[in-house]
């Protein structure tokens, strides 16, 4: 059996710490290359300790001078970069086969685009990629001769629900159907949610998950984007793509057929298992997650976006639909506001409610564009940010 080198990005976080997880489970199959994080220095440290890659990146430069210090001291051989030039280096090094894509955020897109370039085994778990990248992104996958494959549990469950021959979606699909768990406000009053406080929206009720993606699932705007990743991802268009709130997060997502058939997959809500998939494809391997126990399973409950209340309380969910619609560069619009409105939420600059607000408006001043080239892209993400912060300002 080959063993597969991964790069892991974005290994101290929730999923990068999955991953690692389920790699340590099959030593034959998987050995780790390289990791990186931001500027966690004692779990990065762990890591490097446990693991041995040959390099660690770290974004932050201090950060990482303190971790070669730290590595030099115990006398463990890895090697530390930092900066946004080493995150592509690791993600396309020539003796890489696989690439973990877990970086929260537009950060993740230059390191997505160059594994793509290089034609890496590309782990997605950076929605992002897609909702900021779109087109440029699919072009560096297609033209690397990389092979893309899903990790959000969503996106995971819809791929292994569709045909296995692409060319075949479009005509035999009727439409595809992401469950929502709702969040932690899913039976709140739309009124309540103006003194939502940060402890509160980063209190899943089923996944363990990072601040940020915490706050876009409270907010629903993680469904909104996953929305925008499913559009490219399989290339339906936004009128069939539709959300389902699924509260017991059991069915991951649904894709009913022409003839109304519909094939679903389920599991327990542990990230490990769509991992596991995304290692192991086409074959599958064990993840450690726990297997569902039919008999203890109680009822599984489903609710439409414009029952109880939801649209009201989740308006940003329609930014998804709206912006795929709108020029090309719009979702990547959308993703940079909502990048800057989420961190403004989390510091206390600005109300929960007010997260949509900020949303909306930049939306509605930014010039249409249609970014060509991760540079296009990245001078549209720098002047939405600008705008936003701008938009914060007024708000208050």
């Not at 297609?142 to 045909?163: K, M, N, V, Y």
């Not at 409270?218 to 991802?233: D, G, S």
């Not at 126990?293 to 209340?309: M, V």
Request: charged share 20%.
């Amino acid at each position: 059996m080959t063993v597969q080198r991964i790069t892991v990005l974005g290994s101290t976080g929730s999923v990068g710490a999955s991953t690692l997880d389920v790699i340590a489970r099959h030593p034959e199959r998987f050995e780790v290359f390289a990791l990186s994080a931001a500027r966690q220095v004692e779990a990065l440290l762990a890591q490097c300790a446990s693991l041995r890659p040959r390099f660690a990146v770290m974004a932050d430069e201090a950060a990482s001078r303190e971790l070669a210090t730290r590595l030099r001291a115990e006398g463990l051989p890895t090697r530390v970069l930092s900066g946004p030039d080493a995150l592509e280096r690791i993600a396309a090094h020539e003796e890489v086969d696989t690439v973990m894509a877990a970086i929260v955020g537009a950060a993740g897109l230059a390191p997505c685009l160059a594994a793509a370039r290089a034609g890496k085994r590309l782990l997605l778990a950076n929605k992002e990629a897609l909702v900021v990248g779109g087109e440029v992104f699919l072009d560096a996958v297609r033209a690397g001769g990389a092979t893309l494959l899903p990790i959000d549990s969503e996106h995971s469950a819809i791929f292994q629900s569709l045909p296995e021959d692409p060319a075949t979606w479009d005509a035999r699909v009727e439409k595809i159907i992401l469950t929502a768990s709702g969040g932690p406000f899913r039976t709140w009053e739309a009124a309540r949610l103006r003194d939502v406080t940060p402890e509160q929206a980063c209190a899943h009720p089923n996944w363990v998950m990072g601040r940020k993606i915490s706050v876009d699932s409270a907010t629903m705007m993680n469904k909104a984007l996953e929305v925008i990743e499913a559009r490219f991802l399989f290339g339906l268009p936004p009128e069939r793509l539709d959300v389902v709130i699924h509260p017991q997060s059991i069915i991951h997502s649904m894709v009913q057929y022409r003839d109304t058939s519909v094939v679903a997959q389920l599991g327990t809500p542990d990230m490990r298992v769509p991992i596991a998939y995304g290692l192991g494809w086409p074959e599958r391997i064990t993840s450690g997650a726990q297997a569902l126990d039919f008999t203890r399973l109680g009822d599984l409950s489903f609710e439409a976006l414009d029952s109880r209340g939801h649209r009201e309380r989740f308006p940003g969910m329609q930014l998804a639909w709206d912006s795929l619609r709108a020029a090309p560069g719009t979702t990547a619009v959308l993703n940079a506001s909502n990048e800057v409105a989420v961190e403004a939420f989390l510091a206390g600059r600005i109300r929960f409610d007010q997260i949509h607000a900020l949303n909306l408006a930049t939306l509605s001043c930014a010039p249409a564009s249609n970014p060509r080239s991760l540079a296009d892209l990245l001078e549209l993400d720098v002047r939405v940010r600008q705008q936003a912060r701008q938009g914060i300002e007024r708000l208050r």
